[in-house]
């Protein structure tokens, strides 16, 4: 597996990307809906085993873990897995930013062997060719599901909202190419999955989240970005003075005060091919 989209994506700095703001994104990132959950669930026939790909600090993997025996969750960041929570059922693994299939095999599983694989807001980083094809070799026949899903825009009210629209217009030149799958919902992102039983699409499927933040709390998740990072790395300060000037005037109250935060969650799920049904 290798990390980033194959259009001259330098593969190694994708991964970095995260490694300066690790403690940001374990504090501030968005939980995932038990719905969600709930619903990937109702899909796999059997709950042994799940590998969650690109795992981070684990946020996916801990309500993974409620439902399913086994999780392992491997991320190529040491940085984040070293804030992902220990539990007795979820095993966390560090693996190379282009997984060989020995790797795979090594660090994951056989073929044929898991009856989930979850991307949780990493997808769009991948080079899709080459997870797709590990994701299809390591699935169980014919019933193994991928599900893969992203967060976009937080939301509060009207007036704050078009506060942070602007704000991330004008972050734009700092994201990676990769981010359109994300401002597209997935809807545009290669995806060669069947529907799940009981589905006659593969999504994307909407959900959400809500979360309690603060102003100073929404400011550090929007440093969590890697888009903030990068931006800091070329001199540029994303949240100049005028831009935190402009979020305090919208958010109106004590920046202490929490307001409710919610993030529209757009789910991909499929099941790989069935390998009899295609040789007919």
């Known amino acids: ?15 970095d990307l995260f490694l300066k703001q690790a403690k940001q994104y374990w504090k501030t990132r968005p939980g995932y809906p038990q719905q ?5 669930a109702s899909k796999t026939p059997c709950h042994d085993f799940v590998w969650d790909v690109g795992t981070g600090s684990g946020q996916a993997a801990v309500s993974l873990a409620s439902m399913y025996k086994s999780v392992m969750g491997t991320d190529t960041s040491k940085n984040q897995l070293e804030f992902a929570p220990k539990i007795p059922n979820v095993r966390y693994k ?3 930013p282009n997984i060989s299939m020995f790797e795979l095999e090594e660090k994951i599983g056989i073929e044929s062997s898991v009856d989930l694989v979850t991307v949780a807001s990493a997808l769009h980083w991948f080079d899709h060719d080459a997870f797709y094809s590990q994701v299809k070799w390591i699935l169980k026949k014919p019933n193994g599901v991928f599900a893969a899903w992203c967060y976009t825009d937080p939301k509060i009210d009207d007036e704050f909202d078009r506060v942070f629209k602007k704000f991330y217009v004008e972050s734009k030149p700092y994201w990676e190419k990769a981010r359109g799958f994300v401002d597209d919902k997935y809807s545009s992102i290669k995806f060669p999955f069947d529907p799940v039983d009981g589905c006659d699409h593969t999504g994307p499927f909407e959900f959400e989240t809500k979360q309690m933040m603060n102003l100073d709390g929404f400011f550090m998740y929007i440093r969590s970005w890697s888009a903030y990072q990068t931006a800091k790395d070329k001199g540029v300060e994303l949240l100049s ?3 935190i000037e402009e979020f305090r005037n919208a958010w109106k109250e004590d920046t202490n005060v929490e307001k409710c935060v919610t993030y529209p969650i757009y789910l991909r799920i499929g099941k790989a091919e069935d390998t009899v049904k295609q040789a007919i």
């Open 1 to 15: 597996m290798k990390l980033g989209n194959s259009e001259g994506i330098d593969h190694r700095r994708m991964a």
């Open 241 to 243: 003075d005028r831009v």
């Open 94 to 96: 560090c693996t190379s």
């Open 36 to 40: 969600l959950f709930d619903f990937i």
